[in-house]
């Protein structure tokens, strides 16, 4: 039983936070070649943030999880959405997850886990696919 909730609260958490991510993502318009640049520039920074420090498949479950560490480079607090893409043996996209952090303090880290929602059939590779800092409040 505790097992479900646990699942029934990462699912919750990843349907929640999948639109923050999308409204994250959308709201890096370009305005122009400038702003564009410019938010590609803080994307290529903010990927550099989050590692994949563990990547499997539940026995149980069959549902792939990933363990990410997000490390504020910044000299702001932030926050933090993070897309994990889990690919096949083929390299092929089998499921996605979403782990958030919030408030990581400047030069300080967070350890958070995505988790996936299809069974794989078979070993995983997991990919931070994409990442939406900014400023905590």
């Given at each position: 039983?505790?097992?479900?909730?646990?699942?029934?609260?990462?699912?919750?958490?990843?349907?929640?936070?999948?639109?923050?991510?999308?409204?994250?993502?959308?709201?890096?318009?370009?305005?122009?070649?400038?702003?564009?640049?410019?938010?590609?520039?803080?994307r290529r920074a903010a990927l550099g943030d989050v590692e994949v420090t563990a990547c499997r498949v539940d026995?149980?479950?069959?549902?792939?999880?990933?363990?990410?560490?997000?490390?504020?480079?910044?000299?702001?607090?932030?926050?933090?959405?993070?897309?994990?893409?889990?690919?096949?043996?083929?390299?092929?996209?089998?499921?996605?997850?979403?782990?958030?952090?919030?408030?990581?303090?400047?030069?300080?880290?967070?350890?958070?886990?995505?988790?996936?929602?299809?069974?794989?059939?078979?070993?995983?590779?997991?990919?931070?696919?994409?990442?939406?800092r900014y400023a905590s409040p």
């Open positions: 039983m505790r097992r479900t909730r646990a699942i029934a609260a990462r699912l919750t958490a990843a349907l929640v936070l999948a639109p923050v991510l999308g409204a994250a993502v959308a709201g890096c318009g370009a305005d122009g070649d400038g702003a564009a640049r410019g938010a590609d520039d803080g026995d149980e479950l069959r549902w792939p999880s990933a363990t990410v560490r997000i490390t504020n480079h910044t000299a702001t607090t932030s926050n933090y959405v993070v897309q994990i893409a889990f690919e096949d043996g083929n390299g092929r996209q089998v499921t996605v997850g979403v782990a958030a952090a919030s408030a990581v303090p400047p030069g300080q880290d967070a350890l958070e886990r995505a988790q996936g929602t299809a069974d794989p059939y078979g070993p995983v590779s997991c990919r931070v696919a994409d990442v939406a």
